[in-house]
């Protein structure tokens, strides 16, 4: 069985960012030099996660206005009576209480799960028609990192 | 290390439906020969979930209405004010303005996951009574592929 | 390639409760004497879920608060109005008529996923510095079991 590691480090502009990182997948494959296998993507932080969906910007931009509908943010106000009913008694985070202001992006990685692993034929990713891997970032603006571990032979 | 790959494709008669796909995956680590390892389950759609739960109807049925008001679809009247109030301002996805129809089930994607890892002991899935394995449909009527990767020894 | 096997169960005192079990998987990848591989970790049961994220008590109690508020009970009252709405029809889960009274765990299983896979690098979990692992019960007081299966060389 062969391995492979590799790391990649964001840091996004944005607070919120969706960041299209297929073709890194498939260089960490190519390194490799792996026909039949799998390859973890996952986050090492625990304010972003992994998603494998259309590169089609709609759709990123309904997720993460759903995402702050159903996971809402309290650094900024409630964008309607229901995302403010949603918020938790006291109308913030406990996390909040130490300083932080990411109790969201919390909820938000468990939302939308920190990893994916993805299977390898042929030495090309296995991966449906329309289907793109993204980093998904909630709380940016610093170095996060991310590792892909290729296994196989 | 042994490998194994197989494709299942899904054409639902409904445009939601959960199909159970245990014995499947069992047939496809049989093929593969492998005593201990793992089964990757994953669709290769972006409109559609892997998840693994109990065989038992109702939790079916409640966990679609439940995926209705949570990430409710536009291609229907909402189901209540509060599914109303949860939909993008607008009253749609910008997902649709290019004609689709599905801005939901991209949501129902994340929220459910579109694989499980199912871990391989002595030849057999290893899983706990009540686990069963489930593709999930949310956007059916058309041919949808799922892929299964078997690796081990 | 290297396999090891373990099985851990739970009883915990409350019905949902958060249980670290970091040192645990990295005591399996010990015992595998596996260098280079994935540590797959997976619930056995169908109301309980695995999820890494930082070990701060404030998030703990977010997430369990959160939880109830997308996917609430009905075995006591629902906590606000916005919850009562999310009830299905009728007050209650379908799951419910044949006597239980954990639908919600299903649906936060459904949530917070069942599982996840951890990448071993020279032997070590390689988690980044605030991930730990947590088994997550929603529906305890009884035996409940976890798998944690590594692979690798």
Redesign the interface.
């Known amino acids: 069985?062969k391995?492979h590691?590799e790391y990649m480090t964001f840091e996004t502009a944005e607070r919120r960012e969706f960041v299209r990182i297929t073709d890194d997948v498939q260089a960490a494959v190519d390194a490799a030099g792996i026909d039949?296998?799998?390859a973890?993507v996952?986050?090492?932080?625990?304010t972003a996660a992994v998603?494998?969906?259309?590169d089609?910007?709609?759709?990123q931009?309904?997720?993460l206005?759903?995402l702050d509908?159903?996971?809402p943010p309290s650094w900024k106000p409630p964008s309607?009576?229901?995302a403010g009913?949603?918020l938790?008694?006291g109308g913030d985070?406990?996390?909040?209480?130490?300083g932080e202001d990411n109790?969201d992006a919390?909820?938000k990685?468990?939302?939308?799960?920190?990893?994916?692993?993805v299977?390898i034929?042929a030495g090309r990713l296995?991966?449906?028609p329309?289907?793109a891997i993204f980093y998904c970032e909630f709380d940016g603006g610093r170095d996060k990192?991310l590792?892909i571990?290729v296994?196989?032979?």
Do not use: F
Not at 42 to 46: G, L, P
Not at 93 to 98: Q, V
Not at 109 to 117: G, R, Y
């Open positions: 069985m391995s590691t039949e296998g799998m973890l996952s986050a090492m932080h625990i998603w494998i969906n259309d089609e910007p709609g759709i931009a309904d997720a206005e759903w509908k159903v996971a309607n009576d229901v009913e949603l938790p008694e985070y406990r996390h909040h209480r130490g109790g919390h909820l990685n468990l939302l939308m799960h920190h990893q994916v692993i299977p034929t296995d991966l449906g329309w289907q990192r590792i571990k296994l196989g032979d």
